[in-house]
DNA sequence: AATGAATGAGATTTCATTCAT
DNA sequence: AATGAATGAAATCTCATTCAT
C-alpha cells in the first residue's frame, strides 16, 4: 500500500479515493496522534499527492473529523449489528461487548483514533466521540434495565432474586457509564501488545460486572469503617 | 504564576526553578498534549527565558520526561501514603483508591501527562509510565493476594473462600485498567451537570468493584450458554 | 450566472463562452487583483470547468490580457461613441468626459482593472494600457488644440485667447491623469453617505476643469514669489 | 543591503532590525505588490531569515500594515513640516503641494505603498490610507477655505474679488478632495520613468486648481448647452 | 465541446534550538 | 544565573496547470 513517491496514481472514481484516504489517515493519525501525524505522510501512504487529499477533505481538522465520524459509525454498528433482539439482556450484553473488543482489536488504529486521539485535543473533536460514546452507553443503560427487570444477574441460591427497586435509575445510567468506560479502558489495554485477546477481556468484564451487578442486586453492600 | 514578559525573573536557586519549570511544563503538556505544547509558552508560564529552560532541561524530550517521572512518583507516593499497614486488606485498598481517585482528581493535568499524553507518543514516554504502572499493580496484586486470603470478600460463608489462584495477575492488571476506566468515565459523567457527587460516584463504583471481585474470588463465573 | 457545480455545462458557440470566461474574469480581477484572483474561481463564476478556460484562453497571463485588451477597446469606444464630430470642442469634450465617467462608474471592475490592476503588475500588462492612455490622450490633445483654436475656453473676450501653444503635450497627459484622480476621489466621496449627488460632482469636476484649463490658456500663471 | 542568503546576520537591536525590515518590505510591496510579494523575498533583502521578521512583525498582514501606518506618517508629516504656518493660503498650498510631490519622488515604493498596492486590497489595509487621506483632505479644506475668506484667488483686474459665499462649505470639501484625488493621481503618474519633476508636477496642478478656483470664485461656470 | 482526476512548485507560518553576552 | 537575538527545518495549505476521456 502507498504507492511509491513521484509515480503518477492511477485514476480512480472520487468516492474510492477518499476512503483510500481515510484509511491511511486513521492509520497515521492512530499511530502518530493529531498533532505528529503529518498531511505528506498521510498522503504518501495513501498513495497519491497531498493537494489532492486537501482537495477531497479540505483540511486537516476535516479529515481528522471525517475519520472519527466514520470510525464511531463503524464501531456502533458492529456492536449493533452483533446483537439479536430476542434474547435475553445479559446475552445481548456479552454478545455486544465481545463484538465491541473483537472490532476494536481488529482496528486498533481506528480504535486510538476514537479512543485516545480525539480525546486528547480540543473541542472539535471529543464532541464526535462524546456523541458515539452517548450512543453506546444508553444501550447499555437499556440493557442493564432489561437485566434488573428480569431479575436476570445471579442470585445463587440465594434470597431476592429481582429486587431491581433497589437500583435507581440514576445508577443503573451511572453503571452504564461506568461499564462503558471499562470497556474503553480494557480495549486500549488489551491491544498494546496482545495481552489479552478478545475473548477474554469480554469475559473478564462481563465476569466482573454481572457478578458485581448482581451482588449489589442483592443488597451487598461495601462501605468503609 | 507566569511572570509579565521582559521583567527580569529573580534569581532563584537551580532546584527551584527548576520545579517552577515543571509545574508550567505539566499545565501545558496536560492540555495541549506534548507535539501542540510549545517551549515558549511553557517557558513564559514558568516566568522564565527560554534558553533557561534548556540550560536546566536540555530539550523538549527531557522536559516532558522529567514531567512524567515526577507525576508517576507523586502519585505512587500518594497512594503509598494513605495505606496503614495494620488495617485489614479491604481496608487498606480502600484507602489506596481512594487516594489515587483524589489525587488524579486533584491533580487533572498530571494525570493527563500520565494517562493520557505519555502513551499517545512513542518509546521514551511509555516507558515512564509502564513503571509506575507495575509498581502501583505490584501493589495492588499484594493486597488482592492478602484479601484472598484474609477471606474478606463480602458473603464470605459463601462456597470457595480463598480460591484466589483463578485470579490471574493478567487478570488482576486487566481489572485495575477497567477500574480507573471505570472511575475515569464515572468522573466525567458526574462533572457533567452534576448529575452525581463525586463522592457517591467513588462509593458506586467501590461497591461495583468489591462485590464483582468477592464474586470472581468465590468462583462465580458468568459464561455464555 | 455562475452555473450551479456539477451540473454540465450547456453547449456554446466559442466566441459566447469566451465572452462568459471574460466577464466572470474581470469581475474577479477587478474585486480580488491579479495575484489574488484563482482560476478556480473564475471558472466556477463563468459556469465553466477549469480546464475549458486553459482550452480557449491558454493561461492566466493571457486571459488577463485579454480582459485588459477588451475592456480598453470598450471604454475608448464608448468615449469616441458619445461625441458627434460637429459640435464645438468644448461641447464634444463635454460630451467624451461623461461618457468616461458613466462608463467606468457603470463598469467598476472593468475600470479597476485597467486603472489599478494591470498598472501594478509588470511588463505584459502596463503595455496594453498604455496603448489605450495614448490612444485616448491624442483625442483630447486633439480637441483641447481645436478648442484653443476656436477660442471657447471662458472669457473670451479677455486677453490672449488661442495661445494653445504654451500647453505642450506633456502637460496635458498630466492634466488627464490629475482629471482621472480627482473623478475618481470625488466619486469615493460622493458616494460616501450621499454627501454630493454624482451629478452634482461631475458639474463641479467640470467646472473646475474647464475654467482651470481656461486660465491656462490665456496664459494666467501662479507662481511663488 | 541585504546580506547573502546563508550567512549569520549580525546581531542588532530590535527596534533597528524592525526598520530595516520595513525598509524591505516598502521596497519589494511596492515594486510587486501585497500579494505577489514574497516574506521570503522581503526577509532575504532586510539580511535576515524568515523567523525573524515573523517573530517581529507577526505577519504578512501586520507588516503590510505597519509599512503603511510608517510611510503614511512619514508622508503627512513631510507636508507639514513644509509649511510655514505665517505665510498666505495659496503660499501655503504650494508649499504643501511641493512637498507632497517631491517626497512622494523621493520615495517611489512608499508612495506605490499607499497609493496603489493598500487600495487594491481589501478591507484591513484601505482603512489605514482613508485615515491619512482624510487628514490630508481636511487640510486642503481649511486652505481652500482660507484663501477663499481671504480673497487671494487671481481676480485679474475684473471685479468681485472675495465673493466667497459663492463657495458653500460643501463645494470646498469637495474641491478639496478632488484637489487631493488629482495630486495623488499625478504623484503616480510623474514617477512613472520620470516623465514629471516634482516641481514641475506641482507648479501644474497648482495653476490649474488656483486658476480655476479664482474662475469658480468670479462666478465663471462651464455648463452644457 | 467539455470535464473529473491529478500534481509540482511554492506560499505563509511555527517551532525547537543555539549563540553571544 | 539569565536573556535578547537569531535560525534550520518542517508543517499546513494554495494555485496554475495538465492528462485522459
Redesign the interface.
Known amino acids: 500500500m502507498g504507492a511509491v513517491k513521484g509515480v503518477k496514481a492511477k485514476r480512480m472514481p472520487r468516492a474510492v479515493r477518499e476512503q483510500q484516504m481515510m484509511d491511511a489517515a486513521v492509520h497515521i493519525f492512530g499511530r502518530r ?4 501525524a503529518s498531511m505528506d505522510e498521510i498522503a504518501e501512504l495513501a498513495g497519491v499527492s497531498k493537494p489532492l487529499v486537501y482537495l477531497y477533505l479540505n483540511s486537516k481538522e476535516e479529515l481528522f473529523t471525517a475519520c472519527i465520524r466514520r470510525e464511531a459509525a463503524r464501531l456502533t454498528e458492529a456492536v449493533k449489528a452483533a446483537i439479536e433482539p430476542g434474547l435475553a439482556a ?2 445481548q450484553l ?1 454478545a455486544g461487548l465481545e463484538a465491541f473488543f473483537r472490532h476494536t482489536a481488529e482496528n486498533p488504529d481506528a480504535w486510538s483514533v476514537l479512543h ?2 480525539a ?3 480540543g473541542e472539535p473533536f471529543a464532541a464526535e466521540v462524546t456523541a458515539m460514546r452517548e450512543e453506546l452507553t444508553a444501550f447499555v443503560t437499556f440493557l442493564i434495565g432489561a437485566a434488573a427487570r428480569e431479575g436476570t444477574p ?1 442470585a ?1 441460591g440465594t434470597a431476592g432474586a429481582g429486587r431491581s427497586g433497589e437500583l435507581a435509575d ?2 443503573i ?3 452504564a ?10 480495549a ?3 491491544n498494546e501488545s496482545d ?2 485477546a478478545a475473548k477474554d ?1 469480554a ?14 442486586m442483592r443488597g ?5 469503617r
Open positions: 496522534g493529531y498533532r505528529a445479559d446475552r456479552w485516545r486521539q480525546r486528547t485535543h445471579p445463587p440514576r445508577d445510567e451511572g453503571l457509564q461506568a461499564l462503558v468506560g471499562a470497556a474503553e479502558s480494557l486500549g489495554w488489551a495481552k489479552l477481556a469475559a473478564t468484564l462481563m465476569n466482573f460486572a454481572w457478578t458485581g451487578l448482581g451482588g449489589l451487598e453492600r461495601w462501605s468503609p
